[in-house]
């Protein structure tokens, strides 16, 4: 029983605006990418790390991880186009003997150990495919085009602007069966080679993509099953969220 996690860490991080990609940008002094590989080797059910990181940043990463001392073996490959491509090149280089693999965002840097072992142990259990998932807060809405005449029908005349800025409702889902997804994702690995060999063709147009590995899964019609996630595993997109993980971490460590 061998468990590989791969921290996917390719990603430049445009939103967040730093000079370096966003997985090197320090958070507390250390890198993103350290904090989440920390959380993950000190879970105690995780064999070793694979890391797909930017190309022309690969020995960076490799000396920041290496310099970590994270008590599992880690390696630093060259990412892909998409998530999705990183985590398929990543998955390539995980050996044979290992069975299960979880797949986690270097963006969600804080995800707590606890987290990755929860999802590890549902894995083994018997589940094949496992997601955090946390409560919508948030009443949700799906949206379309508000359509020429969805405005001029009521008020005549108005249609130009309040259809340059608005869209229509188109379906209202019951919140209490909702989740937002996290990671680490956990999945039996032939079960995970044999989603991403099916999606595959998606891997290379960001916009056809697979935002996460669990629906690659989904696609196979294979289940797909939610444990509880934990509210410091937030995605760090913008400069509020790198602000909001540093209080995180000066309140919880
Ligand atoms: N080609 C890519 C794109 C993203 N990622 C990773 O996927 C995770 C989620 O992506 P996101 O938070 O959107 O990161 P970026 O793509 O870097 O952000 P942005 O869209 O703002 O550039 C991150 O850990 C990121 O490094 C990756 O490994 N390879
Ligand atoms: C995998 C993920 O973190 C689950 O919520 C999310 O889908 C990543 O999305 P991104 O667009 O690559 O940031």
């Known amino acids: 029983?061998?468990?590989?996690?791969?921290l996917t860490a390719a990603g430049s991080g445009t939103r967040l605006g730093h000079v370096l990609p966003k997985a090197l940008v320090p958070l507390a002094g250390e890198p993103l990418v350290v904090h989440a590989a920390r959380r993950l080797a000190s879970c105690g059910v995780v064999d070793?790390?694979?890391v797909p990181a930017p190309g022309d940043h690969l020995a960076a990463f490799e000396s920041v991880l290496s310099a970590a001392d994270l008590g599992v073996p880690v390696t630093v490959v060259t990412g892909g186009m998409s998530r999705q491509a990183s985590v398929a090149a990543a998955l390539a280089t995980v050996p044979p003997d290992v069975d299960v693999v979880l797949v986690h965002d270097a963006a969600r840097s804080l995800a707590p150990s606890s987290l990755a072992e929860r999802v590890v142990q549902a894995v083994r259990a018997g589940?094949?495919?496992v997601?955090?998932?946390?409560?919508?807060?948030?009443?949700v809405v799906e949206v379309g085009p508000e359509g020429p005449t969805a405005v001029e029908d009521r008020v005549p005349g108005t249609v130009a602007t309040a259809g340059a800025t608005a869209e229509l409702v188109t379906g209202n889902p019951d919140r209490s069966v909702?989740?937002?997804?996290q990671t680490p994702q956990g999945f039996d690995r032939a079960l995970l080679d044999r989603a991403h060999a099916a999606g595959a063709h998606r891997a290379g147009d960001e916009s056809l993509a697979a935002t996460d590995d669990a629906s690659l899964v989904a696609a196979l019609g294979e289940p797909v099953h939610v444990v509880p996630g934990d509210a410091a595993a937030v995605k760090i997109t913008t400069p509020r969220d790198l602000a909001l993980a540093r209080l995180l971490l000066e309140e919880h460590g």
């Open 1 to 6: 029983m061998t468990t590989a996690a791969i």
């Open 48 to 50: 070793l790390v694979v």
């Open 127 to 129: 589940r094949r495919a």
């Open 131 to 139: 997601v955090p998932g946390v409560p919508v807060p948030d009443t």
């Open 178 to 181: 909702l989740r937002s997804v």
